[in-house]
């Protein structure tokens, strides 16, 4: 997949080479005419440059493959962000709107449930930290899962696997049909993680409910919660997802 440019580099460049033209064939600049050899020379040479540089910038750069360190996404912005720049991965156009959704909706979830955990308990709390710690482990395999889709989708030959559906490739049927089990693996890890993401979503709504629910909060009440019990499970089963 090629990295193009934007329309604004391409027009600056375009209107730079405008005024170079403008510049050595104005009479009141430099003012070369067919009546002089250079004239010629400069025009071929203005031409080639015209034509070369636009083709190159409108056919672009190929795309680096770069996958996402552990540590290099920190914010749900940066999260957004990164599933934007795969945005020219179309067919996953679907998955990505969904993980940016998830990101977006987890966001506000995750501040309601520290608000109701300082406004209820002092942050010193033994229920407090027990709380908090769960509550920012599964916060924390939400946007490990997201890192793991990105990942996936950045390293999803897309170009390979159009001319695999147009059938370009001229391949055997078993090497065809081999290729596309290895890319419908691709697309059901990313659903995976979407499923998953979004029970972690559910769990917070849960959660968020039960303490709502409950009159009187105190140690014992919201250390019974079994909703905080099914984080933990969750947690403790992260191992077993694979990558």
């Known amino acids: 997949m090629k990295n193009k440019p934007s329309i604004l580099i391409i027009a600056v460049f ?25 004239f010629y020379i400069v025009l071929v040479v203005i031409i080639a440059v015209f034509l070369v540089v636009n083709y190159l910038l409108l056919a672009g750069a190929p795309k680096k493959t770069k996958l996402v360190d552990k540590n290099e996404l920190k914010s749900p912005k940066e999260y957004i962000k990164a599933l934007n720049d795969l945005a020219y991965k179309q067919d996953f156009t679907n998955q990505i709107s969904v993980l940016e959704s998830q990101i977006k909706r987890l966001a506000p979830k995750q501040a309601s449930l520290e608000v109701i955990l300082e406004q209820n308990f002092d942050k010193t709390e033994m229920t407090y930290i027990k709380f908090k710690t769960t509550i920012d482990e599964v916060i924390s395999l939400f946007y490990d899962n997201t890192k793991k889709a990105v990942n996936r989708i950045t390293v999803f030959d897309e170009d390979e696997f159009i001319k695999l559906r147009k059938n370009e490739l001229n391949l055997p049927e078993d090497s065809k049909r081999l290729k596309f089990e290895i890319y419908n693996e691709h697309f059901q890890y990313v659903d995976s993680i979407i499923k998953r993401n979004e029970d972690i979503i ?29 984080m933990k499970e969750l947690i403790k089963n992260t191992k077993y997802y694979g990558n």
Not at 26 to 32: A, D, E, N, Q, Y
Not at 204 to 223: A, P
């Open 14 to 38: 375009n209107l730079v080479l405008a005024g170079v033209c403008i510049y050595l064939f104005s009479p009141g600049f430099v003012g070369l005419s067919p009546r002089k050899a250079a």
């Open 202 to 230: 559910t769990l917070i709504d849960n959660l968020i409910l039960e303490i709502s629910k409950l009159d009187d909060i105190n140690n014992q009440s919201m250390e019974n919660i079994q909703i905080l019990a099914e």
